[in-house]
Nanobody, 123 residues
């Protein structure tokens, strides 16, 4: 019913910036909570940031001060501005959303997933 499509990933040097986008389609209802997860090969899945339809923000400590999550509720789109990127940020980044729940966590994601976009930070 709901499709989430990420874009904006790529290769960037340490200290560089990247902006990820997530576009939702296939439904007219509001996605109450949206967020970004990331996973590198051999690593556990990690919630990077989330934002509710009312603007409540959650960031993992490792990205605070460097990443900014935002959303356009009217368009059901979400963004992740990533600055001062580090090699440890290298991962596949996944858009995640839920129409009913208020919060998401690493262990309890929302119902819908995007296909992922690769972010590689390397010199």
């Amino acid at each position: 019913q709901v499709q989430l499509v990420e874009s904006g990933g790529g290769l960037v040097q340490p200290g560089g910036s990247l902006r990820l986008s997530c576009a939702a389609s296939g439904s007219m209802f509001r996605l109450n909570i949206m967020g970004w997860y990331r996973q590198a090969p051999g690593n556990q899945r990690e919630l990077v940031a989330s934002i509710s339809s009312g603007g409540r923000l959650v960031y993992v400590d490792s990205v605070k001060g460097r990443f900014t999550i935002s959303r356009d509720n009217a368009k059901n789109t979400m963004f992740l501005q990533m600055n001062s990127l580090k090699p440890e940020d290298t991962a596949v980044y996944y858009c995640n959303a839920d129409p009913l729940r208020t919060i998401i966590s690493g262990a309890l994601p929302g119902r819908y997933w995007g296909q992922g976009t690769q972010v590689t930070v390397s010199s």
